[in-house]
């Protein structure tokens, strides 16, 4: 079954740093482009952040940038989001997604989420 | 960056309605549009690429169309399950964005 389960969401204080881990199973994980979108509680989709296949390209909202960085392993068929300097407006749900040619390069598989709260 | 702007923002209808969906872009973007659903507490659900080529196992029902800086998702008759949150999204330039979504409920 193709699969992309997120974890590592939590409670943490402004300022603070959280990691976040998507593992994959049921694809191709090493040739599979992946990216983090988030969503705030009731609002819409926000792109977050790119890494492409072979890790040698990164891409970031501004938002974000700066504070947050992407990884992947691909032995371990995961990604990763190290964020730092959290604020208030980083509390989101964060879900992992992936971005393959064959479909036109959309998020053709999302993770179910990981909720993420900043606030003290 | 390339908003996109989706309209309406709620679209009231009634199972077996025809729904008629809008995203515009800020510029334009060929046909690199992407369509979501999303149901209340779930993930977004891939629908439509490359602004008309559905996704595998999307109902026949789900169209999508346009090019340049119009495009229209169309559901041409509701059944239950419809009825959910849908976005629009670009994949033309950097940074990706989405639209700001239009709720399809039960009227």
């Known amino acids: 079954e193709v699969q992309l389960l997120e974890s590592g969401g939590g409670l943490v204080q402004p300022g603070g740093s959280l990691r976040l881990s998507c593992a994959a199973s049921?694809?191709?994980?090493?040739?599979?482009?992946m990216d983090w979108v988030r969503q705030a509680p009731g609002k819409g989709l926000e792109w977050v952040s790119h890494i492409t296949d072979t890790s040698d390209t990164m891409y970031y909202a501004d938002s974000v940038k700066g504070r947050f960085t992407i990884s992947r392993d691909n032995a371990k068929n995961s990604l990763y989001l190290q964020m730092h300097s959290l604020r208030d407006e980083d509390t989101a749900v964060y879900y992992c997604?992936?971005?393959?040619?064959?479909?036109?390069?959309?998020?053709?598989?999302w993770g179910q989420g990981t909720v993420v709260t900043v606030s003290s | 960056e390339i908003v996109l702007t989706q309209s309406p923002a709620t679209l009231s209808l009634s199972p077996g309605e025809r729904a008629t969906l809008s995203c515009r872009a800020s510029?334009?973007?060929?046909?690199?549009l992407v369509w979501y659903q999303q149901r209340p507490g779930q993930a977004p659900r891939f629908l439509i690429y490359d602004a008309s080529d559905r996704a595998t196992g999307v109902p026949a029902r789900f169209s999508g169309s346009g090019s340049g800086t119009d495009f229209t998702l169309t559901i041409s008759s509701l059944e239950p399950e419809d009825f959910a949150v849908y976005y629009c999204q670009q994949r033309a330039d950097w940074p990706l964005t989405f639209g700001g979504g239009t709720k399809v409920e039960i009227k």
């Open positions: 510029q334009s973007i060929s046909r690199y």
């Open positions: 997604a992936r971005r393959v040619v064959p479909t036109g390069y959309a998020f053709d598989i």
């Open positions: 049921g694809f191709t994980f090493s040739t599979s482009d």
